[in-house]
């Protein structure tokens, strides 16, 4: 079955410090990926998505580039913030079908301190 | 800005109680999901619901059930609470590729 793997954490970064969170992915055919961001006592938020292999999905500074290669999205960012303190959830579609299910990694707890 | 509402975003209950959690979105999507989020464990499909009165089961359906009677309401019953099922609750619906959460209902049962 589809499965996604991420690092585990807690990752604990200094302010402007560079981020990188791995992601791999197992999965049939060419599915979606997907980067969500949960903030403390909130709800998931789609961060950045990639539909096909070497698109590149960005949003607010964060970048993953989808890898069929290496089954591969990891996510980046060149320098974090305070603000950027979070849960990261690495996710995917299947390709095909209709009922838009997503596989979730089991999240990855990012602190940045000042 | 699409919004999902879930009923509450804390519930203590007893043991043995049935919990009825509520979700409402405001956007016309077909596809709602419930998931439970549990440190370490990431989130888990319980249950998901493509069309009103259609609903499939999810990777951890056991002692769940749910009801989808109109399009924008997705509800989670716990016909029995039990401890094991303390947690974060996430509703979630989408029309396409994107799915758009609630902000969480954190369920105790004592």
């Known amino acids: 079955g589809d499965s996604v793997t991420q690092m585990e954490g807690p990752v604990t970064l200094s302010e402007e410090a560079f981020l990188t969170i791995n992601c791999t992915y197992t999965?049939?055919?060419?599915?979606?990926l997907f980067w969500y961001v949960q903030y403390p006592g909130e709800g998931l938020q789609l961060l950045l998505k990639?539909?096909?292999?070497?698109d590149k999905g960005s949003n607010k500074g964060f970048e993953a580039t989808y890898r069929k290669e290496t089954t591969s999205f990891h996510l980046e960012k060149g320098s974090v913030q305070v603000s950027d303190s979070a849960v990261y959830f690495c996710?995917?579609?299947?390709?095909?079908?209709?009922?838009?299910?997503?596989?979730f990694g089991k999240g990855t707890l990012l602190t940045v301190n000042p | 800005d699409v919004k999902v509402t879930q009923s509450s975003r804390y519930l203590v209950k007893r043991t043995g109680e049935k919990v009825f959690l509520e979700c409402v979105q405001d956007?016309?999507?077909?596809?709602m999901f419930w998931y439970r989020q549990d440190p370490g464990l990431g989130l888990r499909l319980i249950y998901f619901?493509?069309?009103?009165?259609?609903?499939e089961k999810g990777d951890i359906p056991e002692g769940y059930s749910v009801s989808r009677e109109k399009k924008e309401r997705f509800s989670l019953i716990l016909e029995s609470a039990s401890t094991n099922q303390t947690s974060m609750y996430l509703c979630?619906?989408?029309?396409?590729?994107?799915?758009?959460f609630g902000p969480g209902t954190r369920l105790t049962v004592l």
């Open positions: 999965a049939t055919g060419y599915p979606s």
């Open positions: 979630a619906s989408s029309l396409r590729n994107e799915q758009f």
């Open positions: 990639a539909t096909k292999a070497d």
């Open positions: 619901s493509y069309d009103v009165k259609m609903k």
């Open positions: 996710a995917l579609r299947r390709s095909g079908g209709s009922n838009y299910k997503l596989t």
């Open positions: 956007m016309d999507h077909e596809n």
